[in-house]
Structure formats: structure tokens, C-alpha cells
């Protein structure tokens, strides 16, 4: 027969075993923490963006819109906007997660999230840090916390040497690609002009390494478009073709370098 005081005894180590497993908690999905890519991906493996003029996205830009209780409005045009601020990045958490502009999130591509320029933009982002630049597809919304300017993917992060650091301080020039043509324009402090360069510029690529850029310029001159030339610009190596003085000689080059197989050159001038 068993005693009070035994019956007692069990009351108390029953509570005790509830208790600790309601204090145990349950792992959620939401739980998971953002990180970089599982994969060996490099800076240099990590591709500009290329700017082409395209419709707004459906889905991303209907204006305004409201996230945690903040009104935010699309702007009408992304022509001329050019701010500095402090980016951010994004990586393993939202890999493959649909974007506001509907396209699938891939941190290894150049991409970013902006609050208010209409979706798809492309931007050249600068870090102010340490020189580094890379040319992005904004397809996203955000970053939505306080002083964010600008959300890298993982990708466009690395091409910045921000990963590390987790923010820099950057400069946002976008890329007008209303005409045929797109065209980020650069000022007379940029470096990789020289002082007496004229005319207009074509970039054709642009590598983390020399020797991507050495062998991209090999297949231009055997290919007879030139003048060929390579611009090291902090870390990254872009290739141009130019200076060119018309309209007609531009487009006649950007018409041969894309039938003979080369990506759509894009304009850049001083």
C-alpha cells in the first residue's frame, strides 16, 4: 500500500518533469540565422550585372506601401539618383525565396534591395571604404531598418569586400538605361580616365583577376574590334573599348561586338 507521504513524493517529481519540458523550446524556421554561401565562391567569380533597359516589374512597385508601419513611395523614375549611405547584405536565409519583384533570390548573382527606386534598377555601387565597385540589378525591397541605404546579396557583397564587416559606407549612382544604350557616368576624379581621354567609352567586362581581363581583351582585338584597354580600378579590371567621337561609330560597335557573340557593351563616359 502506498503512503501519503510516497504519493506526495510522486506529486513532486511529476510537476518537475512538466515543468522542464514546457521550459524546453522548439526549434522554429524562423529561428535560422542569415549567413554567407556554403559554396567556395570568390569575388572574382561574381559577374557585374548588365544593365538593359526592361518594363517595371509587376509585382514590387505598387506605391505606397507599408512595412512595419512605415509608408514608403516608389519613386516615378530611378534617372538620375545618386545618394551615399550605409549597405547591408543578404545571403543564405533568403537563397531562392521569391523577391518583391517576383524574380527567385540567387546570392551568388550581383543584386541588391532598394526601398524606393522602381524595380528593376541597376545601380553602380562604390564602397567608400576601400574603392571596390560593383554594377547590380535592384529587384528587391529594403533593407528596412534605420540609416540603411542599400541591401547587397552575398555575391555583390564579396565584390565589395563587405563581408566581413556586415555594412559600408557606399556610394548609389544609377545606370540610365532608358535609351538603347546604357550609361553610368563618372566624374572628372575618376582614375581610371586619364586626363586627356575623350570621347566615348564601351565596357565589355570587367574581372576580379588580370587575367580574366587579359584574356577577354585577346578575343576583342582578334575579333578586330578596338581600341582595346584595361583600366584597373581598385581591385577590379575592367576592359574597354574606345574612346569612340560619334553616336554612329558607338552603336556600329555595340552592334558588332554582340552579333560576334560578346556581351552588350555598355557606355561609360567622363
Not at 581621354?197 to 576580379?208: D, E, I, N, R
Not at 577590379?236 to 573599348?241: C, N
Not at 574606345?242 to 552588350?264: C, D, H, K, N, Q
Request: hydrophobic fraction near 35%; charge should be positive.
Amino acid at each position: 500500500m502506498i503512503s501519503l507521504r510516497n504519493i506526495a513524493v510522486l506529486l513532486v517529481l511529476l510537476g518537475l518533469l512538466l515543468a522542464a519540458s514546457c521550459s524546453t523550446k522548439t526549434p522554429k524556421v524562423d529561428d535560422q540565422t542569415d549567413g554567407p554561401s556554403r559554396t567556395d565562391l570568390k569575388a572574382s567569380d561574381v559577374a557585374d550585372a548588365v544593365p538593359v533597359a526592361e518594363p517595371r516589374a509587376r509585382y514590387g512597385n505598387h506605391s505606397p506601401y507599408e512595412v512595419f508601419g512605415k509608408k514608403y513611395y516608389v519613386l516615378q523614375s530611378s534617372e538620375g539618383y545618386h545618394k551615399r549611405g550605409t549597405a547591408s547584405w543578404y545571403g543564405s536565409k533568403f537563397h531562392g525565396r521569391r523577391t518583391s519583384s517576383g524574380e527567385p533570390y540567387d546570392m551568388h548573382l550581383a543584386t541588391a534591395a532598394h526601398k524606393t527606386l522602381p524595380l528593376p534598377s541597376y545601380a553602380e555601387v562604390t564602397n567608400l571604404d576601400n574603392g571596390k565597385k560593383v554594377i547590380v540589378k535592384i529587384n528587391d525591397r529594403g533593407p528596412f531598418k534605420d540609416n540603411r541605404l542599400i541591401d547587397m546579396s552575398y555575391g555583390a557583397a564579396l565584390r565589395l569586400g563587405m563581408t566581413q564587416t556586415g555594412t559600408a559606407r557606399v556610394d548609389v549612382r544609377v545606370i540610365d538605361v532608358s535609351g538603347d544604350t546604357p550609361v553610368v557616368a563618372y566624374n572628372a576624379a575618376d582614375s581610371s580616365l586619364s586626363a586627356d581621354a575623350a570621347g566615348t567609352w564601351l565596357q565589355v567586362g570587367a574581372y576580379g583577376q588580370r587575367e580574366g581581363a587579359e584574356q577577354l581583351a585577346g578575343r576583342l582585338k582578334r575579333a578586330s574590334l578596338s581600341p582595346v584597354s584595361i583600366h584597373d580600378v581598385g581591385d577590379l579590371f575592367r576592359v574597354w573599348l574606345g574612346p569612340y567621337s560619334s553616336t554612329a561609330e558607338v552603336e556600329s560597335i555595340i552592334s558588332r561586338a554582340i552579333e560576334l557573340g560578346f556581351e552588350r557593351p555598355h557606355r561609360v563616359r567622363r
